[in-house]
């Protein structure tokens, strides 16, 4: 357990709200990732940061923003929802462990957009 | 750019019994990391195990053990003596080392498409 939590936990939206999922970790890890999961792609990476105000786009950034303005939270926003954006929401960490960085993910988000 | 293959979507297994789930990547790096993830219908994202590419040895935690072949690019997973509890679905994905300084690497990690494993009684 690396202490991640998401919020919320689902969410059903209309298309064309905006909508922010949250990530908050309790370890101070630098390093935090957004993926998507969907069917027949695995997950893949939206944005992530290195960071305090330090982010960047993953391959899957369109339509996505991110802000990291402490340590802790790692907030993803959707300006403006659309259906394509149907998805399972993942938030992970990057930890050291035993001389390497492994990757601990949060419980996710399934975000509906009708 | 790297890319990770899992050419088996659906697999079963009798419980008790081993099953072996493949992975296929492509990379032009030396030093890299992968992992095999476990998710089951709680959906939690669990690590399984991890192999350094720079290790010629395989790595093993308890059942699970991997088949680590660099030059084939293959790293393929066998879980024994099969239990109900691994049910899930379970996902390959590459990594490169995060630098010791600076953010030019992500550390992003790259999946494949996922192998559902069903272990039937």
């Known amino acids: 357990d690396a202490g991640i939590t998401q919020s919320p936990r689902h969410k059903v939206t209309e298309t064309g709200t905006p909508v922010t999922l949250r990530c908050h970790q309790t370890?101070?890890?630098?390093?935090m990732y957004w993926y998507r999961q969907d069917p027949g792609h695995g997950l893949r990476l939206i944005h992530y940061s290195y960071g305090v105000k330090d982010t960047d786009k993953g391959e899957v950034s369109d339509g996505y923003s991110v802000s990291r303005s402490k340590t802790e939270d790692f907030l993803l926003t959707l300006e403006s929802a659309t259906s394509s954006q149907t998805s399972v929401y993942f938030c992970?960490?990057?930890?050291?462990?035993?001389?390497?960085?492994?990757?601990?993910f949060g419980p996710g988000t399934r975000l509906t957009v009708t | 750019a790297q890319t990770v293959t899992q050419s088996q979507p659906e697999m079963s297994v009798q419980e008790a019994e081993t099953v072996t789930l493949s992975c296929t990547y492509d990379?032009?790096?030396?030093?890299?990391?992968l992992f095999w993830y476990k998710q089951p219908p709680s959906r939690q994202m669990i690590l399984v195990i991890r192999?350094?590419?720079?290790?010629?040895q395989n790595a093993t935690e308890n059942r699970f053990s991997v088949n680590f072949q660099k030059a084939a690019k293959s790293f393929s997973l066998k879980i024994s003596d099969s239990q109900l509890g691994d049910t899930a679905m379970y996902f390959c994905?590459?990594?490169?080392?995060?630098?010791?300084?600076?953010?030019?690497?992500?550390?992003?990690?790259?999946f494949g498409q996922g192998t559902t494993l069903q272990v039937k009684p």
């Open positions: 370890e101070n890890h630098r390093y």
């Open positions: 990379t032009s790096e030396s030093n890299y990391y």
């Open positions: 192999q350094e590419a720079y290790k010629q």
């Open positions: 994905a590459f990594m490169k080392p995060l630098p010791l300084h600076g953010s030019s690497n992500t550390g992003k990690l790259i």
């Open positions: 992970a960490i990057s930890r050291r462990d035993r001389g390497t960085y492994e990757q601990y």
